[in-house]
Protein backbone atom coordinates (compact mmCIF):
# COMPACT_ATOMS: atom_id res chain seq x y z
CA UNK A 1 0.00 0.00 0.00
CA UNK A 2 1.77 3.27 -1.00
CA UNK A 3 1.43 6.46 0.28
CA UNK A 4 0.53 8.53 -2.55
CA UNK A 5 -2.54 6.97 -4.37
CA UNK A 6 -2.90 7.06 -8.21
CA UNK A 7 -4.65 5.25 -10.42
CA UNK A 8 -3.34 1.81 -11.48
CA UNK A 9 -3.95 2.29 -15.24
CA UNK A 10 -5.53 5.26 -17.53
CA UNK A 11 -5.99 4.82 -21.07
CA UNK A 12 -6.96 7.23 -24.08
CA UNK A 13 -6.59 7.10 -27.92
CA UNK A 14 -3.86 8.67 -29.71
CA UNK A 15 -3.97 11.94 -30.26
CA UNK A 16 -6.53 12.43 -26.72
CA UNK A 17 -5.08 14.14 -23.17
CA UNK A 18 -4.67 12.42 -20.20
CA UNK A 19 -4.32 12.88 -16.57
CA UNK A 20 -3.14 10.84 -14.19
CA UNK A 21 -3.77 11.85 -9.79
CA UNK A 22 -1.48 11.26 -7.15
CA UNK A 23 -3.44 11.98 -4.19
CA UNK A 24 -1.71 12.17 -0.69
CA UNK A 25 -1.71 14.28 2.73
CA UNK A 26 -0.44 17.57 4.43
CA UNK A 27 2.06 15.59 5.85
CA UNK A 28 3.46 14.64 2.38
CA UNK A 29 2.17 16.41 -0.93
CA UNK A 30 0.52 19.21 1.16
CA UNK A 31 3.66 20.66 2.31
CA UNK A 32 6.16 19.70 -0.19
CA UNK A 33 7.27 19.42 -4.21
CA UNK A 34 6.05 16.80 -6.24
CA UNK A 35 7.96 15.58 -9.06
CA UNK A 36 7.04 12.56 -11.82
CA UNK A 37 8.98 10.16 -13.50
CA UNK A 38 8.01 7.84 -16.82
CA UNK A 39 9.42 4.47 -16.91
CA UNK A 40 8.81 2.82 -20.73
CA UNK A 41 8.70 -0.62 -20.68
CA UNK A 42 12.24 -2.16 -19.30
CA UNK A 43 13.87 0.80 -18.86
CA UNK A 44 14.99 2.86 -15.32
CA UNK A 45 12.27 5.83 -14.38
CA UNK A 46 13.12 9.51 -16.39
CA UNK A 47 12.17 12.56 -14.98
CA UNK A 48 9.46 14.39 -16.41
CA UNK A 49 8.45 17.10 -13.94
CA UNK A 50 9.82 18.30 -10.85
CA UNK A 51 8.91 21.91 -8.59
CA UNK A 52 5.30 20.37 -9.23
CA UNK A 53 5.04 22.13 -12.60
CA UNK A 54 8.42 22.69 -13.90
CA UNK A 55 9.73 20.14 -16.95
CA UNK A 56 13.96 19.90 -17.28
CA UNK A 57 15.13 20.28 -20.41
CA UNK A 58 14.22 18.10 -23.31
CA UNK A 59 10.60 17.24 -22.11
CA UNK A 60 8.06 18.30 -24.32
CA UNK A 61 5.38 20.64 -23.51
CA UNK A 62 3.20 18.19 -23.98
CA UNK A 63 3.75 16.80 -20.56
CA UNK A 64 2.56 19.57 -17.49
CA UNK A 65 1.85 19.06 -13.68
CA UNK A 66 -0.02 20.77 -11.64
CA UNK A 67 -0.38 20.86 -7.76
CA UNK A 68 -3.81 21.57 -5.24
CA UNK A 69 -3.80 20.68 -1.88
CA UNK A 70 -2.76 17.78 -1.27
CA UNK A 71 -3.17 16.11 -4.43
CA UNK A 72 -0.80 16.71 -7.68
CA UNK A 73 -1.75 15.68 -11.56
CA UNK A 74 -0.12 14.93 -14.69
CA UNK A 75 -1.22 15.50 -18.01
CA UNK A 76 0.09 14.23 -21.19
CA UNK A 77 -1.92 16.14 -24.70
CA UNK A 78 -1.58 14.89 -27.74
CA UNK A 79 -1.03 11.13 -26.72
CA UNK A 80 1.36 9.16 -28.75
CA UNK A 81 1.90 5.80 -28.44
CA UNK A 82 5.31 6.03 -27.21
CA UNK A 83 4.18 7.69 -24.09
CA UNK A 84 2.73 3.97 -23.07
CA UNK A 85 4.80 3.67 -19.48
CA UNK A 86 4.11 3.66 -16.10
CA UNK A 87 3.75 7.27 -14.89
CA UNK A 88 5.20 7.92 -10.86
CA UNK A 89 4.74 10.46 -8.72
CA UNK A 90 7.60 11.48 -5.70
CA UNK A 91 7.37 13.33 -2.50
CA UNK A 92 8.94 14.04 1.07
CA UNK A 93 7.15 12.16 3.49
CA UNK A 94 7.55 14.25 6.40
CA UNK A 95 5.72 11.92 9.10
CA UNK A 96 7.95 8.86 7.61
CA UNK A 97 11.47 11.16 7.46
CA UNK A 98 11.62 9.56 3.64
CA UNK A 99 10.93 9.85 0.16
CA UNK A 100 7.32 8.58 -0.83
CA UNK A 101 6.29 7.18 -3.85
CA UNK A 102 2.95 6.54 -5.76
CA UNK A 103 2.00 3.20 -6.69
CA UNK A 104 2.40 3.52 -10.41
CA UNK A 105 -0.20 4.38 -13.17
CA UNK A 106 -0.11 2.27 -16.37
CA UNK A 107 -0.63 4.50 -19.35
CA UNK A 108 -2.10 2.56 -22.42
CA UNK A 109 -2.69 4.24 -25.41
CA UNK A 110 -5.25 2.56 -27.23
CA UNK B 1 26.43 14.69 -20.69
CA UNK B 2 25.77 13.71 -16.98
CA UNK B 3 25.66 10.31 -16.61
CA UNK B 4 25.23 7.34 -14.23
CA UNK B 5 26.54 4.26 -15.03
CA UNK B 6 25.87 1.11 -12.71
CA UNK B 7 27.65 -2.37 -12.48
CA UNK B 8 25.67 -5.22 -13.77
CA UNK B 9 23.23 -7.93 -13.04
CA UNK B 10 23.96 -10.56 -10.15
CA UNK B 11 22.89 -13.95 -8.96
CA UNK B 12 23.30 -14.75 -5.68
CA UNK B 13 22.47 -17.62 -2.63
CA UNK B 14 21.00 -16.92 0.38
CA UNK B 15 22.86 -15.45 3.39
CA UNK B 16 26.09 -14.19 1.16
CA UNK B 17 27.24 -10.63 0.53
CA UNK B 18 27.02 -7.96 -1.98
CA UNK B 19 28.08 -4.34 -3.33
CA UNK B 20 26.61 -3.53 -6.37
CA UNK B 21 27.97 0.05 -7.58
CA UNK B 22 27.20 3.45 -9.65
CA UNK B 23 29.94 5.39 -11.04
CA UNK B 24 28.98 9.42 -11.80
CA UNK B 25 30.30 11.13 -14.94
CA UNK B 26 29.07 14.64 -16.73
CA UNK B 27 28.81 16.51 -13.70
CA UNK B 28 30.84 17.16 -10.28
CA UNK B 29 30.30 13.89 -7.98
CA UNK B 30 30.39 15.82 -4.55
CA UNK B 31 27.91 18.68 -5.88
CA UNK B 32 24.74 16.24 -5.53
CA UNK B 33 23.62 13.26 -3.49
CA UNK B 34 22.66 9.49 -4.54
CA UNK B 35 20.03 8.20 -4.07
CA UNK B 36 19.06 4.20 -4.23
CA UNK B 37 16.04 2.87 -5.25
CA UNK B 38 14.13 -0.81 -5.32
CA UNK B 39 11.79 -1.83 -7.34
CA UNK B 40 10.90 -5.06 -7.15
CA UNK B 41 9.17 -7.88 -9.79
CA UNK B 42 6.38 -6.05 -11.00
CA UNK B 43 6.13 -3.91 -8.22
CA UNK B 44 6.62 0.20 -8.03
CA UNK B 45 9.58 2.15 -6.66
CA UNK B 46 10.81 2.48 -3.21
CA UNK B 47 13.07 4.47 -1.70
CA UNK B 48 15.58 3.52 -0.08
CA UNK B 49 18.28 6.29 1.58
CA UNK B 50 20.74 8.78 0.31
CA UNK B 51 24.09 9.34 0.42
CA UNK B 52 26.09 12.91 0.10
CA UNK B 53 29.29 12.03 -1.66
CA UNK B 54 31.04 14.93 -0.48
CA UNK B 55 31.63 13.76 3.08
CA UNK B 56 29.42 10.27 2.92
CA UNK B 57 26.67 11.25 5.31
CA UNK B 58 24.05 8.92 5.21
CA UNK B 59 20.44 8.97 5.57
CA UNK B 60 17.95 5.62 5.12
CA UNK B 61 14.29 5.26 4.70
CA UNK B 62 13.12 3.41 7.53
CA UNK B 63 11.85 0.50 5.68
CA UNK B 64 15.57 -0.17 4.95
CA UNK B 65 17.50 0.74 7.23
CA UNK B 66 19.80 -1.58 8.92
CA UNK B 67 18.90 -4.15 6.23
CA UNK B 68 21.53 -2.40 3.71
CA UNK B 69 24.40 0.16 3.96
CA UNK B 70 24.90 3.07 1.28
CA UNK B 71 28.72 4.07 0.90
CA UNK B 72 30.77 6.07 -1.51
CA UNK B 73 34.20 6.67 -2.88
CA UNK B 74 34.17 10.52 -4.38
CA UNK B 75 37.70 9.39 -5.54
CA UNK B 76 36.60 7.64 -8.40
CA UNK B 77 32.69 8.89 -8.27
CA UNK B 78 31.42 5.97 -7.32
CA UNK B 79 28.52 5.50 -5.05
CA UNK B 80 27.87 1.90 -3.85
CA UNK B 81 24.64 -0.26 -1.95
CA UNK B 82 25.64 -3.38 -0.06
CA UNK B 83 23.99 -6.31 1.59
CA UNK B 84 25.78 -8.48 4.36
CA UNK B 85 23.20 -11.51 4.26
CA UNK B 86 20.73 -11.71 1.54
CA UNK B 87 17.38 -13.22 1.48
CA UNK B 88 15.49 -14.15 -1.57
CA UNK B 89 13.42 -11.10 -1.08
CA UNK B 90 16.32 -9.16 -1.62
CA UNK B 91 15.31 -9.96 -5.90
CA UNK B 92 14.80 -6.61 -7.67
CA UNK B 93 16.24 -4.28 -9.68
CA UNK B 94 17.81 -1.31 -7.98
CA UNK B 95 18.56 1.73 -9.28
CA UNK B 96 21.02 4.78 -8.49
CA UNK B 97 19.78 8.62 -9.23
CA UNK B 98 21.54 11.38 -8.61
CA UNK B 99 19.33 14.11 -6.12
CA UNK B 100 19.32 17.55 -6.76
CA UNK B 101 18.26 18.13 -3.33
CA UNK B 102 17.62 21.95 -2.12
CA UNK B 103 15.88 20.82 1.02
CA UNK B 104 13.66 17.68 2.39
CA UNK B 105 10.87 19.50 0.74
CA UNK B 106 12.40 20.32 -2.98
CA UNK B 107 14.53 18.08 -4.67
CA UNK B 108 13.97 15.49 -7.85
CA UNK B 109 15.84 12.70 -9.41
CA UNK B 110 17.90 13.06 -12.34
CA UNK B 111 19.25 11.13 -14.05
CA UNK B 112 18.51 7.40 -13.26
CA UNK B 113 20.90 4.99 -13.58
CA UNK B 114 20.11 1.81 -15.97
CA UNK B 115 19.08 -0.51 -12.82
CA UNK B 116 20.71 -3.44 -11.76
CA UNK B 117 18.89 -6.87 -11.27
CA UNK B 118 19.66 -8.70 -8.10
CA UNK B 119 18.61 -12.13 -8.31
CA UNK B 120 18.56 -14.39 -4.89
CA UNK B 121 17.63 -17.81 -5.01
CA UNK B 122 19.06 -21.11 -3.70
Known amino acids: QSVLTQPPSVSAAPGQKVTISCSGS????????VSWYQQLPGTAPKLLIY???KRPSGIPDRFSGSKSGTSATLGITGLQTGDEADYYC???????????FGGGTKLTVL | EVQLVQSGAEVKKPGESLRISCKGS????????ISWVRQMPGKGLEWMGR????????DYSPSFQGHVTISADKSISTAYLQWSSLKASDTAIYYC???????????????WGQGTLVTVSS
Open chain 1, 90 to 100: GTWGSSLSAVV
Open chain 1, 51 to 53: DNN
Open chain 2, 51 to 58: IDPSDSYT
Open chain 2, 97 to 111: ARLTMYSNSRWWFDP
Open chain 2, 26 to 33: GYSFTSDW
Open chain 1, 26 to 33: SSNIGNNY
